[in-house]
């Protein structure tokens, strides 16, 4: 029992901002009163908030083990040494999964999403998610280049809703993600990539998948819409796509990925500039919609997408290290380490367009922040990056530091005056994403929430504050005290519980044999200890 006692509270699920006041905690849980005798923690002077959510994270399976390998320097020069409480590993832009769980507690985050798991890859992701300490962690599934889904899509689509939900079953998901949706795919057999939602690819065009995809995940009512990085990442004029896009999806839920990478006017073949403006109207007029920002911080990155044609085009830019690999029938991966550097005109436009996109939103609920770690930067720059967001002043100084050129294609030289509050920094960190992943127990402090939660001093610089919070609670547990680990117990898988047609699996069992070497029957992950415990959020099917 704990009782949090005179710490200015933000809450914002529960409309409290900076109410002086005391969180109580009883067995993993908020309560609404505990016994004088409670351990107290005395937070007067000091800011209260629910435990961080990252809503759009690279963190566990095949993809972050082969980027560990491609930065062994960043390694050797920040080893992590065994302590009572834990275990050895290694730092740099992808850490080892230990030092990832360490470190995101230590950072005062509590729940973390991996991205994007390649359905046959689920029990690598299970098996670093399980080897992650401390955080609650849940994964989305990658379902835009799937081989038996395309089959469906042209032959019977009514019955995608079932195979979706196979799925999840069958690799202990928590949704569906959308990556280049048919453009991956038709890179891989060697026909070039899509460029606009029409394109006819392998057999489907990619409107076709997510008209068909995103309607079966509304139906199938998961806790999460569908989760879409949208096609021509990167390239010039790609804000086109990324509305074309909206527009499809228009009166379904839909969460877009690492907005600021499709934000991108200009011809595909000349200089890009600012299209940040016009989909942030989109958003502010669409409540069904929802967005992570991707945003692109300066200093060492990785690219790791599954969007492989990305990083071909990458590493010819670069002319580096790379990994480029297929997952059979189902996606594709590309690597890449990257530095984002303030001098280059499309680096300082990308860190612009994210500013942009942060000080336009109407509404923090629906665009929320990330960096879509690792690729725009490690999750450790989120201090930075809020100060950038709270502190006019240092964000104006930052902006003469990069390149005037691109800052002129942006409007953050009209000197934008918003400067984000504590209540909207809890709501794109914690209360946002929690909501638009339907964690009910998670980003709020209300009674019977999870006992997730985070004390910072409150101190004028607001990089400092959030880098090294005072205590963090994890389930009841304060794993973080004065600003050094304390405990490192497990986590908790985060799946979804969703139900299905077991008729489904004669059609799939079928799609099985033409398109995969793993037979159907070895493909569900059964292993208990890879799938327990966990807390399974159920489906409301429409």
Known sequence: MIRIAGGRVYDPANGVAGEVGDVCVQDGKIVAAVPGHARRIDARGMVVMPGGVDIHAHIAGPAVNAARKLSPEEHRGDVLDRTAIARSGTGGTV????????????????????????????????????????????????????????????????????????????TGGYGVKLVNPGGVEMWKTGNGNVTSLDDEGPGVTPRSVIETVATAVHELGLPHPVHV??????????????????????????????????????????????RAPELAEHLNTH???????????????????????????????????????????????????????????????????????????????????????????????????????????????????????????????DDLDREYTLEEIAIITRAGPARLLGLRDKGHLGVG?????????????????????????????????????????????????????PSIEATLEKLFEDHYSVQFASYPVREPWLLEPARTVAAEPR
């Open 229 to 274: 990085h949208c096609n021509n990442l990167g390239v010039p004029g790609n804000w086109r796509t990324t509305l074309d896009t909206l527009d499809t999806l228009e009166g379904r839920r839909a969460h877009l990925a690492h907005l600021q990478f499709h934000a991108y006017g200009g011809r595909p073949d000349g200089r890009p500039r600012s």
């Open 95 to 170: 850490p080892s999964t230990f030092t990832t769980g360490y470190r995101y507690a230590l950072l005062g985050y509590t729940t973390v999403v991996e991205a994007a798991t390649p359905p046959l890859a689920a029990r690598h992701t299970l098996s670093e998610l399980r080897d992650t300490p401390v955080i609650d962690a849940a994964f989305l599934v990658l379902m835009g280049n799937n081989l038996p889904v395309f089959e469906l899509i042209r032959e019977d689509p009514a019955r995608v809703r079932e195979a979706i939900a196979w799925y999840l079953r069958s």
């Open 287 to 413: 409540p069904e919609h929802s967005a992570d920002i991707g945003q692109v911080m300066f200093g060492p990155a990785m690219t790791m997408t599954a969007d492989a044609p990305v990083s071909a085009v990458l590493r010819e830019i670069t002319h580096g290290r790379w990994v480029n690999a297929d997952t059979e029938a189902e996606t594709g991966c590309g690597i890449v380490p990257f530095t984002y550097r303030e001098p280059n005109y499309v680096h300082a436009l990308q860190w612009g367009i994210g500013l942009e996109l942060f000080l336009l939103s109407k509404d923090p609920w629906r665009l929320v922040l990330s960096t879509d770690h690792p690729n725009g930067g490690s999750f450790l720059s989120y201090p930075r990056l809020i100060r950038l967001l709270m502190d006019r002043e240092f964000r104006n100084e930052q902006i003469g530091r990069v390149n005037q050129k691109a800052m002129k294609r942006t409007v953050l030289l």
């Open 449 to 501: 929430a999870d006992a997730d939660i985070t004390i910072y001093d409150d101190r004028e610089d607001r990089e400092e504050m959030f880098a090294a919070p005072r205590h963090v609670i994890k389930d009841g547990h304060s794993v973080v005290e004065d600003g050094e680990l304390r405990e490192a117990a497990s986590g908790r898988l985060l799946r979804a519980g969703v139900e299905y047609d």
